[in-house]
């Protein structure tokens, strides 16, 4: 089992930038990949980014592409969402999620099917 622990979030205005950070701890050898999901008030979660363990392989959702960036530091076991160009509709909570399961589909259309660990969430916020 992964341990996630996300950190970062806040209230931001449009057209701001804010980091996102995940520290991953437990059985961190065995990760396959780790990502970013969204839920947004009264609608589902979502998938936002991912990137692969072992290589950079990245895949984004097409509303983030060009905005937001996903990287890691396997030192650190901690991977990053940098997020620009922030919009209102940006606003969610911002949940981490990891999988030891190399699942190739994942990197067509990340689901949350795809995960098998998440944390608790932080809450981004984009107000005028």
């Known amino acids: 089992q992964v341990q996630l622990v996300e950190s970062g979030g806040g209230l931001v205005q449009p057209g701001d930038s804010l980091r996102l950070s995940c520290v991953a701890s437990g059985r961190t050898f065995s990760l396959y990949a780790m990502g970013w999901f969204r839920q947004a008030p009264g609608k589902e979660r979502e998938s936002v980014a991912a990137?692969?363990?072992?290589?950079?392989?990245?895949y984004y959702q097409d509303s983030v592409k060009g905005r937001f960036d996903i990287s890691k530091d396997n030192a650190k076991k901690t991977v990053y969402l940098q997020m620009g160009s922030l919009k209102p509709e940006d606003t969610a909570v911002y949940y981490c999620?990891?999988?030891?399961?190399?699942?190739?589909?994942?990197?067509?259309?990340?689901?949350?099917?795809?995960?098998?660990?998440w944390g608790k969430g932080t809450l981004v916020t984009v107000s005028s």
């Open positions: 990137i692969r363990w072992s290589s950079s392989r990245t």
């Open positions: 999620a990891a999988t030891t399961s190399g699942r190739m589909d994942l990197w067509e259309n990340l689901r949350e099917e795809h995960m098998d660990s």
